[in-house]
Structures are given as C-alpha cells and as structure tokens.
C-alpha cells in the first residue's frame, strides 16, 4: 500500500493564483480529512469528507474548496491564493474510529 | 469548543532517560485520543490511539495513558534513544466526528 499520497511536495504561487492540491489514499478509507499547520498555530482542520460525496467544513475553510468523487481521491482547491495561505498541508485518511494516517505535506509559498 | 494543551513545549533528556510527555484537554466529551511523531520536514505518524472507553495502550517502549474524567493523556517513553528525536503531538477526536483537534506538540531531543 502507498499509504496517503500528495503532489506537490512544494509550490509556490503568486497571489490571485489558483491550484489544487491533490490527495489520494489507497486503504479504502471513509474519512478524509485536510489540515494546515502553521509555526505556533498547530495543525487546524480546513475541510473533511466522511464518504464519497459528502463535504463538510472544518475550523478554517475560508479561501478553500473540496469535492469528494471517489473514494480515493480528496482535492483541495485554493481559489485565489493569497499570502495567510502559507502554510504546510496536510491530507489524512481513516476508516471509522481508527487512527488517521498522514500524508507528507505541501509546502506553499504565497508571494 | 475544545482546546488541546501540551507541556513542555520542549524538552531535552540524556540518552537512557525515561520521560513523560503530558497533554489536556477542555472537554472530556471525547471518543478517543491519539499520540502522534512529527519528524523535521514530516508528515504525522500515529504511534498509539486510545479510545474513550480505554485507559491505556502500550506499544514497545511508549506507553499513553488516559484519564478522561480529568482531561489528562500522558505518553510514558523508556530507555530513551536518540531516534526518539521528534515533534510529538496529542490529537482528540469528538463524539465519533472523526475531527481533530490537536495540540501543538512537545519538540523532545534525546541526547547521545
């Protein structure tokens, strides 16, 4: 298994820009989830999903959207990038009550 | 709304040493708690997952407790090693939400 995957590992953006950052997992998890960590904020929740098309928002969605159209997949969408969207990303997966696994980040850089 | 406190913020310990990593939280309405490793440049690694119901969970040298009537998690680490180097971080899950919500972590060095 590869785990949870995402792509990038690094971008860097111009502010007004938009990307997806891309997340999959291959353990046929239900819940997806995506966060950022910040230096002295800790990781917050932006968005999750408890099944294929099902989304809902987390403690910091503002500038962010998701979809859910497979199992596998969980895209973050950043809609016009601006600089607090620096940051580390992270995507995670689990099956209902079980740890989460993490995938290994996105780092963005907003000019 | 819950909050997650981790203290210390840091710590450094001799190689050898045993150590406690101590973690609270608010509300003690939780479903389960989650020890995580975070390595420089890293993504997380689940080390132990406590349910609710559960008052502790051992895996080789790490031991988590948790008393949930109190708001208190510790993770008990033995014979430290160098490896044992990392960012470690307490997560609780709400009422079977799957959400998340962390602290932000004790930097632990162990030194050779």
């Known amino acids: 298994n590869a785990g949870v995957t995402q792509t990038p590992k690094f971008q860097v953006l111009k502010t007004g820009q938009s990307m997806t950052l891309q997340c999959a997992q291959d353990m046929n998890h239900e819940y997806m989830s995506w966060y950022r960590q910040d230096p002295g904020m800790g990781l917050r929740l932006i968005h999750y999903s408890v099944g294929a098309g099902i989304t809902d928002q987390g403690e910091v969605p503002n500038g962010y959207n998701v979809s859910r159209s497979t199992t596998e997949d969980f895209p973050l969408r950043l809609l016009s990038a601006a600089p607090s969207q620096t940051s580390v990303y992270f995507c995670a997966s689990s099956s209902v009550g079980g740890r989460q696994y993490f995938g290994p980040g996105t780092r963005l850089t907003v000019l | 709304k819950q909050e997650v406190t981790q203290i210390p913020a840091a710590l450094s310990v001799p190689e050898g040493e045993n150590l406690v990593l101590n973690c609270s939280f608010t509300?003690?309405?939780?479903?389960?708690l989650q020890w995580f490793r975070q390595d420089p440049g890293k993504g997380l690694t689940s080390l132990l997952l406590?349910?609710?119901?559960?008052r502790e969970q051992t895996s080789g040298r790490l031991n988590a407790s948790l008393d949930k009537s109190s708001g208190r998690s510790t993770l008990y680490i033995a014979a430290s090693q160098p490896g044992d180097s990392a960012t470690y971080l307490c997560?609780?899950?709400?009422?079977?939400?799957?959400?998340?919500?962390f602290g932000k972590g004790t930097k632990l060095t162990v030194n050779p």
């Open positions: 997560a609780v899950e709400q009422g079977g939400s799957e959400k998340l919500v």
């Open positions: 406590i349910q609710s119901s559960q």
């Open positions: 509300d003690s309405a939780i479903y389960n």
